[in-house]
């Protein structure tokens, strides 16, 4: 008993730190968080944090980013590795920060049991999961765009933890990429008048 209270502990501790060298390098660039939410799963160890930065603005972007994703184990006892950074607009396309929760939750899970690895870029085809008012039901996993150096990759003692891209993504342009790789994509996009961020475009 004493030994298993000794490792939660340990595991605890090192969360701690995790956090804290994370959770630091994204309010360097974003300043505070707004609200959190926690998804745990004692019987497997995983417990990732999902924080909320809102715009300071209409004109300026709201993100949503993990901690501790990248210490989860998947069912092949791989750790993930990474971090998510989703961007949308300040608006978030009309929808609550709690439904925004959910369905990245919904994806989180969805990616520590399914994916065997954290290869990118990386799609989701289309989910009903995906909040209602959005039509960018599927989801892209890439190389974090648009966001200061420092947090392309952050260490975290010996570790080095990748920040990716977490870009909600049409049905047509998940096609885009499947077939045609993501430059094809990146040049779609920069054809449209809609955003990237934008998760009504």
């Known amino acids: ?20 060298v994370i959770l630091g390098a994204y309010m360097r660039d974003w300043q505070m968080p707004e609200c959190r939410i926690i ?3 004692p019987d497997t160890a995983v417990h990732v944090e999902v924080y909320y930065f809102p715009a300071d603005d209409e004109t300026t972007v709201a993100r949503f980013a993990t901690v501790g994703l990248s210490a989860a184990h998947r069912p092949n006892g791989q750790a993930v590795g990474t971090e998510w950074m989703m961007a949308l607009t300040s608006d978030l396309g009309g929808e609550s920060v709690d439904r925004i929760f959910t369905y990245l939750c919904d994806l989180i ?12 870029p990386r799609v989701m085809e289309e989910s009903p999961l995906a909040p209602a008012n959005w039509t960018t039901t599927a989801f892209l996993l890439d190389e974090l765009r648009g966001e200061s150096e420092e947090l392309e990759e952050i260490q975290v003692g010996s ?8 870009l909600p993504v049409t049905a047509q342009e998940a096609a885009l990429i ?5 430059e094809a994509f990146d040049s779609y996009i920069e ?7 934008d998760p009504r475009r």
């Open 191 to 197: 054809e449209i008048e809609h955003s990237i961020i």
């Open 1 to 20: 008993m004493a030994i298993f209270m000794e490792s939660s502990k340990e595991r605890e501790f090192s969360f701690d730190i995790r956090r804290t």
């Open 159 to 166: 570790e080095r933890v990748e920040i990716l891209w977490a």
């Open 109 to 120: 899970a969805h990616h520590i049991e399914g994916a065997g690895d954290s290869r990118i």
């Open 39 to 41: 998804l745990s799963k």
């Open 178 to 182: 499947l077939s045609e790789g993501v």
